[in-house]
């Protein structure tokens, strides 16, 4: 099992920044991808950003020149850091884990983050 604990969120003025953190413990060795999810009450669960184990990252249209998701392999920990950020990246945030081994998801409990206008 893995477990993926996040932290650093809250309330922030718009055109502020956020680093988001998300701890994994347990079975990671077999961790592929890791990324940043983002859900709003009432929409589906959308991709913010993702980093595999081979460099490559994605990020979304709204993501991309003020978001930056980085990994510590060491620390077993992934980053999403939040620049100027809007009343619209409001959400509740996930950290996620994929394991290419036998296609499975983990997920963290989610972080609230807040802007306000």
């Known amino acids: 099992q893995v477990q993926l604990v996040e932290s650093g969120g809250g309330l922030v003025q718009a055109g502020g920044s956020l680093r988001l953190s998300c701890a994994a413990s347990g079975i990671t060795f077999w961790i592929n991808t890791v990324g940043w999810y983002r859900q709003v009450p009432g929409k589906q669960r959308v991709l913010v950003a993702k980093s595999t184990s081979g460099g490559t990252t994605t990020y979304a249209e709204s993501a991309k020149g003020r978001f930056t998701i980085s990994r510590d392999n060491a620390k077993n920990t992934v980053y999403l850091q939040m620049n100027s950020l809007k009343p619209e990246d409001t959400a509740l945030y996930y950290c996620?884990?994929?394991?290419?081994?036998?296609?499975?998801?983990?997920w963290g409990q989610g972080i609230q983050v807040t802007v306000s206008s």
């Open positions: 996620n884990a994929h394991r290419n081994l036998d296609d499975r998801d983990f």
